[in-house]
């Protein structure tokens, strides 16, 4: 059986401290946090923090504009897909000196901020597809496998309150957020599939293959296009528990195979669409259900996914 994937789990780095002073510090948000600030020479100072990396890039002389990726500061600081950063967190992390800055960005730790110190280890699974019966087919997996799982369905009342319901065993879910935990110190996992509830494409294209069709000049079909009946969505599933607590770890290690057995990687060989012959270039590895590959393989025009490297290239097919 394939073990653990260790690339799933994240413990944030320490953050070298930066020598950098600005005299004022605007911006926030999040996906991305960005933040502008200016040095007391008149240097500009841009901060971002997307996808979990976080960099910190300086002009080189007042008056200029700042260049991007520079190596100021370019570190991955969090989870992936992780893209809020909060000012207190940011000077905290960096060290940065800032003589001016709204009180409102120095606020008290929120509910929604993570821990990014390193004292906290992040689990997350991403880009893992399913059709409906394959996510519920793990479920299943889950409550076998574990005789003291417990599933929770998640839902938001219209004033924003915050509902929770338990699953019997074998219950199909009817929301998209579902609460899982696994046993006696087991940290809590959040498991989110939308087609739970909601009967969309998913990843699956929105339109036909007419247009690849008429270019490859033979009718050609991708897995969740319109018209396939395999249809499929992103799973994804995260936790977070103390870096310390070897307990937790060795749940999620336990998840880990389960996830890579219900959903094991496949890799799809690269096709000139117009040719049907194998083409130079690398392979596209992915975890898919089962039955999506399943779907591809059954016949010789169908495809994973179907790309174009320039506007002048050929189509390529991956199947």
């Known amino acids: 059986m394939m073990g653990p994937r260790t690339n799933r789990f994240f413990t944030p780095p320490n953050v070298p401290k930066v020598d950098l002073h600005v005299t004022s510090l605007r911006g926030g948000g999040a996906c991305p946090s960005q933040y502008w600030g200016q040095t007391p020479d008149g240097r500009e100072v841009f901060i971002r923090y997307r996808y979990g990396f976080l960099s910190v890039d300086v002009a080189e002389e007042p008056g200029e504009e700042v260049l991007y990726n520079r190596g100021f500061l370019d570190i991955e ?40 110190s390193g004292a906290t280890t992040f689990w997350s699974a991403i880009g893992i597809s399913a059709t409906n019966a394959g996510a519920e087919r793990f479920l299943s997996v889950l409550w076998r496998d574990f005789p003291d799982c417990r599933l929770f369905e998640i839902s938001w009342s219209q004033t924003g309150d915050r509902k929770k319901r338990a699953l019997l065993s074998g219950e199909a879910p009817k929301e998209t957020v579902l609460e899982v935990i696994l046993g006696t110190g087991c940290p809590k996992i959040s498991f989110q599939y939308a087609r739970f509830k909601y009967d969309v494409p998913g990843y699956g294209r929105l339109e036909d293959n007419s247009r690849f069709s008429q270019e490859a000049r033979r009718e050609v079909e991708t897995v969740g ?3 396939c009946e395999v249809k499929y969505d992103r799973l994804s599933i995260s936790s977070e528990f103390r870096t310390d607590d070897t307990l937790a770890r060795t749940w999620m290690e336990r998840l880990d195979e389960k996830l ?26 992915t975890q898919d259900d089962p039955e999506i590959t399943k779907w591809v393989q059954a016949a010789s025009n169908r495809f994973r996914y179907i790309r174009r490297a320039a506007r002048d290239l050929p189509l390529i097919g991956y199947r």
């Open 77 to 116: 600081l969090g989870p992936p897909l992780d893209g809020e950063l909060s000012a207190r967190q940011l000077i905290a992390l960096t060290g940065l000196k800032v003589d001016v800055l709204d009180e409102g960005q120095v606020s008290a730790e929120t509910e929604s901020e993570r821990d990014l």
């Open 225 to 227: 296009s319109i018209g």
């Open 260 to 285: 890579d057995a219900c959903f094991p990687e496949f890799e799809y060989i690269p096709y000139d669409l117009a040719t049907g012959e194998i083409t130079e270039g690398e392979a596209l590895k």
